[in-house]
């Protein structure tokens, strides 16, 4: 007698995973972390909220970073290529074009949820952090900006929109770090104020300081204001 076996299903043979998705996994990470942690600082965001955001389980982290803080450096780093590309392709042709680079940035004009931060929000929400990683990347943070003011301001000297000798190159440091002084401490005062009419006012005041350390037109000032 001929035993008949019959077949059984066919084994189900997993489909390979697409090679981009864990590169697309990990930018959808570090989206998230740019958001957060430009918008609210290190200190105030968890692991936890930015998987949430991504959409992604907790446990899916490490297999991407190693720590929040590789997490954090990543997304400070991608933030600041991303942020260099549209400000190189720009000629500084206008006072009131460095103005809009300076407050924009700094998310100085819009303080709202809508606003997406730059790099540089890590001047204000990161002050006096005792971690190393951040206090590197706060160093990182401060020489990109003071550098981006320093060559606008020479390049609008040389087109004799300044009244500043574009060769002096000390007095236009100096003028980059007041800059610098009066844009943070704005920004860090006008966050922490709940009324938005002072944070309004208090703004308006640090951007005719800006202008007064440019030695700038009021007419700037009043046509930047009007924008």
């Given at each position: 007698?001929?035993?008949?076996?019959?077949?059984?299903?066919?084994?189900?043979?997993?489909?390979?995973?697409?090679?981009?998705?864990?590169?697309?996994?990990?930018?959808?990470?570090?989206?998230?972390?740019?958001?957060?942690?430009?918008?609210?600082?290190?200190?105030?965001?968890?692991?936890?909220?930015?998987?949430?955001?991504?959409?992604?389980?907790?446990g899916a982290f490490y297999a991407h970073f190693e720590s929040k803080e590789a997490l954090f450096s990543a997304s400070f780093l991608d933030t600041l290529r991303d942020?260099?590309?549209?400000?190189?392709?720009?000629?500084?042709?206008?006072?009131?074009?460095?103005?809009?680079?300076?407050?924009?940035?700094?998310?100085?004009?819009?303080?709202?949820?809508?606003?997406?931060?730059?790099?540089?929000?890590?001047?204000?929400?990161?002050?006096?952090?005792?971690?190393?990683?951040?206090?590197?990347?706060?160093?990182?943070?401060?020489?990109?900006?003071?550098?981006?003011?320093?060559?606008?301001?020479?390049?609008?000297?040389?087109?004799?929109?300044?009244?500043?000798?574009?060769?002096?190159?000390?007095?236009?440091?100096?003028?980059?770090?007041?800059?610098?002084?009066?844009?943070?401490?704005?920004?860090?005062?006008?966050?922490?104020?709940?009324?938005?009419?002072?944070?309004?006012?208090?703004?308006?005041?640090?951007?005719?300081?800006?202008?007064?350390?440019?030695?700038?037109?009021?007419?700037?000032?009043?046509?930047?204001?009007?924008?």
């Amino acid at each position: 007698m001929i035993k008949i076996i019959f077949p059984g299903p066919r084994p189900t043979i997993p489909m390979p995973y697409p090679k981009n998705r864990k590169a697309q996994s990990q930018q959808k990470i570090l989206d998230s972390a740019r958001d957060l942690f430009l918008r609210y600082g290190f200190e105030k965001v968890s692991i936890s909220q930015i998987m949430k955001l991504a959409r992604m389980t907790h446990g899916a982290f490490y297999a991407h970073f190693e720590s929040k803080e590789a997490l954090f450096s990543a997304s400070f780093l991608d933030t600041l290529r991303d942020a260099r590309r549209p400000r190189l392709a720009k000629a500084p042709f206008t006072v009131k074009h460095l103005m809009s680079l300076i407050t924009d940035y700094l998310n100085l004009r819009e303080l709202s949820e809508h606003a997406r931060p730059g790099p540089e929000s890590v001047l204000v929400n990161e002050i006096g952090s005792s971690n190393p990683q951040i206090r590197a990347l706060y160093e990182t943070s401060y020489f990109s900006m003071k550098k981006m003011i320093e060559r606008r301001i020479t390049a609008l000297s040389r087109l004799n929109k300044l009244p500043i000798s574009a060769g002096d190159q000390d007095s236009i440091a100096e003028k980059a770090r007041a800059i610098m002084t009066t844009v943070v401490g704005a920004v860090a005062i006008a966050k922490s104020l709940p009324h938005e009419e002072e944070q309004r006012l208090l703004l308006a005041t640090a951007q005719r300081q800006i202008l007064a350390i440019l030695g700038a037109d009021e007419e700037e000032f009043d046509g930047f204001a009007a924008a």
